[in-house]
């Protein structure tokens, strides 16, 4: 059984910063991908950055790369979200994911296991 909780999201002014928290709980998340998705009102969801478990192996969407980084502390199981420089368009409810496989994590259909949400609001 996996189970994923998020944390840290809030409302911040545009060019600040958060950090997401996913808990996670599993026997084990060897070979895992974990990422983070978001989904904005009257929007798709989308993919946000996915890392490795094990490797350590980045994976970031267009959007946001050079501003959020992805990271997991192993010993705590734990995967993190940095958001600097936010904009208004990162507005949107933050998921954190977990999946053995990455192709299906890049896209977010068939991806097993989600949490409960947690919401980044950006204001201009």
């Known amino acids: 059984q996996v189970q994923l909780v998020e944390s840290g999201g809030g409302l911040v002014q545009a060019g600040g910063s958060l950090r997401l928290s996913c808990a996670a709980a599993?026997?084990?998340?060897?070979?895992?991908?974990l990422g983070w998705f978001r989904q904005a009102p009257g929007k798709e969801r989308e993919f946000v950055a996915a890392i490795g478990w094990t490797s350590g192996t980045t994976n970031y969407a267009d959007s946001v790369k050079g501003r959020f980084t992805i990271s997991r502390d192993a010993a705590k199981n734990t995967m993190y979200l940095q958001m600097n420089s936010l904009k208004p368009e990162d507005t949107a409810v933050y998921y954190c994911?977990?999946?053995?496989?990455?192709?299906?994590?890049?896209?977010?259909?068939?991806?097993?296991?989600w949490g409960q949400g947690t919401q980044v609001t950006v204001s201009s």
């Open positions: 599993a026997r084990t998340f060897n070979a895992w991908f």
């Open positions: 994911a977990a999946d053995p496989l990455l192709s299906r994590m890049r896209t977010g259909t068939g991806v097993p296991h």
